[in-house]
Each structure stands twice: as structure tokens, then as C-alpha cells.
């Protein structure tokens, strides 16, 4: 990535519970684009090393075969493994594949990959800072972490997942997951300087897509003009 070529990609990067998977998909779908779901690669390795049936230590996850169905679904190897990665006890793990350098190393050179092929929009931790440090278009989500909490718990809730789940527990994982994806040495949860801070506390979905679509069509009507572009989120 040493070039300094901007790539066609929009990087929303943000802990969990900010709604940047959803706002990717949905922004993906506006433009027509191609949505990569970094966060479920993650999530991939980790459920397969914890349910047995990956070993890490002799790089057998160079050889997985990772891609998405129609529905942004995770198929590895082939089969859809959608449900599996999103069980509690994944998120409260992941943390510890995704900061291991080899692991990153690959799934990192797999992302650059596709999105050397076609737009992309990406969302995950990095994707702004060391996946795509020169793509055209990032943004960094947040909210408070009550917000997320209730969030992440209706998603749950929803999938059935949410036995023995609170708020107080959503909380504490969220609190944890943060403070280990921060504190990683390698590709750290950290805010690119060149990237629009979108604070989802009180938006809903819908607004959210459209700020990182308005923002999306400022920065490429300000370069069309030869311009500088606004940094600013509009409102």
C-alpha cells in the first residue's frame, strides 16, 4: 500500500454496537458497490480454532476459503457458517485471534484483494488506518456504550442468542473488547486522522447512511472541482 493513489473503497471503521455493518451494507447497496464484511472474517477464524475444528499453529488458516453469499452471509469452505460466528461467546474471543499477527497478516492480504477489484465498502477496526490507509472515503462511528449495549442485546434478542445476556453483561463485554482492540500492538481500534467521526448515539439508521452518503458525494464533488473537501460530517 505504499502508493499514495487513493483506492474506490469507504472505510467505516468503530467498536461494535455503532451500526457500522449495518450502515456499510446499506450504503454499499445505495451505490451499487461491494460490501466486505471484514469483522465476520475475524469471527470465522476464531469460531473455527475454539470449536476445534482450525489449528493456528501450524497455519492452516492460510488455506481458508472465505467468501460471501447474496445475502453478506459468511460461507467457509463453502458453508454457511453465519449463525456459528455470531454466538456471545465469539464476540467475547475474537479480540485475541484478530491481534495476531498472522492471522491479520492473511485475512488482511485476502481484503486488499477484492478491493483491488471493484468499490468496495468495508467496515471493521482498521479498515481506514492499515487496511486501506489511502481510501477515498473514511468514516469512524461511535456511540455511548448504553446505547451500544441495548443495541447489541436486540440483536441478540432477535437471534435468539440473548440466554443469560443484560444489559449490565453486554456492557462489560463491550467495555473489555474495547479496551483490548485499543490496546493491541497490532492494528489497534483507533480514529484515522483523515476520517469523519459520526456519533450514532441518537440516529437511526436511515440517518446514519444518508450523513456517510451526503459526506461521500461532497468529497467527490469537491475533487471533481479540484478542491479541498470538507472534512466535516453535514448535517
Given at each position: 500500500?505504499?502508493?499514495?493513489?487513493?483506492?474506490?473503497?469507504?472505510?467505516?471503521?468503530?467498536?461494535?454496537?455503532?451500526?457500522?455493518?449495518?450502515?456499510?451494507?446499506?450504503?454499499?447497496?445505495?451505490?451499487?458497490?461491494?460490501?466486505?464484511?471484514?469483522?465476520?472474517?475475524?469471527?470465522?477464524?476464531?469460531?473455527?480454532?475454539?470449536?476445534?475444528?482450525?489449528?493456528?499453529?501450524?497455519?492452516?488458516?492460510?488455506?481458508?476459503?472465505?467468501?460471501?453469499?447474496?445475502?453478506?452471509?459468511?460461507?467457509?469452505?463453502?458453508?454457511?457458517?453465519?449463525?456459528?460466528?455470531?454466538?456471545?461467546?465469539?464476540?467475547?474471543?475474537?479480540?485475541?485471534?484478530?491481534?495476531?499477527?498472522?492471522?491479520?497478516?492473511?485475512?488482511?492480504?485476502?481484503?486488499?484483494?477484492?478491493?483491488?477489484?471493484?468499490?468496495?465498502?468495508?467496515?471493521?477496526?482498521?479498515?481506514?488506518?492499515?487496511?486501506?490507509?489511502?481510501?477515498?472515503?473514511?468514516?469512524?462511528?461511535?456511540?455511548?456504550?448504553?446505547?451500544?449495549?441495548a443495541r447489541r442485546l436486540l440483536e441478540l434478542?432477535?437471534?435468539?442468542?440473548?440466554?443469560?445476556?443484560?444489559?449490565?453483561?453486554?456492557?462489560?463485554?463491550?467495555?473489555?473488547?474495547?479496551?483490548?482492540?485499543?490496546?493491541?500492538?497490532?492494528?489497534?481500534?483507533?480514529?484515522?486522522?483523515?476520517?469523519?467521526?459520526?456519533?450514532?448515539?441518537?440516529?437511526?439508521?436511515?440517518?446514519?447512511?444518508?450523513?456517510?452518503?451526503?459526506?461521500?458525494?461532497?468529497?467527490?464533488?469537491?475533487?471533481?472541482?479540484?478542491?479541498?473537501?470538507?472534512?466535516?460530517?453535514?448535517?
Amino acid at each position: 500500500m505504499a502508493s499514495d493513489k487513493k483506492t474506490d473503497v469507504i472505510a467505516i471503521d468503530g467498536p461494535s454496537g455503532t451500526g457500522k455493518s449495518t450502515t456499510a451494507k446499506m450504503v454499499a447497496k445505495e451505490l451499487g458497490w461491494t460490501y466486505l464484511d471484514t469483522g465476520a472474517m475475524y469471527r470465522a477464524v476464531a469460531y473455527l480454532v475454539e470449536s476445534g475444528e482450525l489449528r493456528i499453529e501450524n497455519g492452516e488458516y492460510s488455506q481458508l476459503n472465505m467468501a460471501f453469499d447474496n445475502n453478506n452471509q459468511i460461507l467457509i469452505n463453502g458453508v454457511n457458517r453465519e449463525s456459528e460466528i455470531r454466538e456471545p461467546k465469539i464476540s467475547a474471543v475474537v479480540s485475541k485471534y484478530s491481534a495476531m499477527p498472522n492471522i491479520r497478516e492473511t485475512l488482511t492480504a485476502q481484503q486488499r484483494e477484492i478491493g483491488s477489484k471493484q468499490p468496495c465498502v468495508l467496515d471493521g477496526r482498521d479498515i481506514g488506518t492499515v487496511v486501506f490507509p489511502n481510501a477515498k472515503h473514511k468514516f469512524f462511528l461511535t456511540a455511548d456504550y448504553k446505547t451500544r449495549a441495548a443495541r447489541r442485546l436486540l440483536e441478540l434478542q432477535n437471534a435468539g442468542k440473548a440466554d443469560g445476556e443484560t444489559l449490565e453483561s453486554v456492557e462489560k463485554n463491550l467495555r473489555e473488547r474495547d479496551e483490548a482492540d485499543s490496546k493491541r500492538n497490532i492494528a489497534p481500534l483507533i480514529r484515522a486522522k483523515d476520517a469523519i467521526e459520526i456519533d450514532t448515539s441518537h440516529l437511526t439508521i436511515q440517518q446514519q447512511v444518508q450523513r456517510v452518503l451526503q459526506s461521500v458525494g461532497e468529497v467527490a464533488r469537491c475533487n471533481s472541482l479540484n478542491t479541498t473537501p470538507r472534512l466535516q460530517c453535514p448535517i
